[in-house]
Nanobody
Framework: QVQLVESGGGLVQTGGALRLSCAAS????????MGWYRQAPGKQREMVAT???????NIDDSVKGRFTISRDNGGNTIFLQMNSLKSEDTAVYYC???????????????WGQGTQVTVSS
């Protein structure tokens, strides 16, 4: 089992900034990918940004240049710094962890409960 605890969501005005945190605990493999996904009302969940255990980041084009993902030195906490927020960034943001085994084969996906981000104009 893996537990993911998210924090940092809230209400912010257009152009503002928020920082999301996700702390993972439990059965975490040495090879894993953690990331942020979001789901707006009536839309499918989409990837925002991911980061591997070696720090390689992947940022969706829709937020590139505005959002930054990072990982702490211990590797089990990630952050999403969101700047220049737009109304279309309004969504529930979910943290996800994917474990990979020693053969680099994907094994389990774990999701957090989600944190609401609302950007008002």
């Amino acid at each position: 089992q893996v537990q993911l605890v998210e924090s940092g969501g809230g209400l912010v005005q257009t152009g503002g900034a928020l920082r999301l945190s996700c702390a993972a605990s439990g059965s975490i493999f040495s090879r894993n990918v953690m990331g942020w996904y979001r789901q707006a009302p009536g839309k499918q969940r989409e990837m925002v940004a991911t980061v591997t255990t070696d720090g390689t980041a992947n940022i969706d084009d829709s937020v590139k240049g505005r959002f930054t993902i990072s990982r702490d030195n211990g590797g089990n906490t990630i952050f999403l710094q969101m700047n220049s927020l737009k109304s279309e960034d309004t969504a529930v943001y979910y943290c996800k962890l994917t474990n990979y085994n020693y053969m680099n084969v994907r094994t389990n996906d774990w999701w957090g409960q989600g944190t609401q981000v609302t950007v008002s104009s």
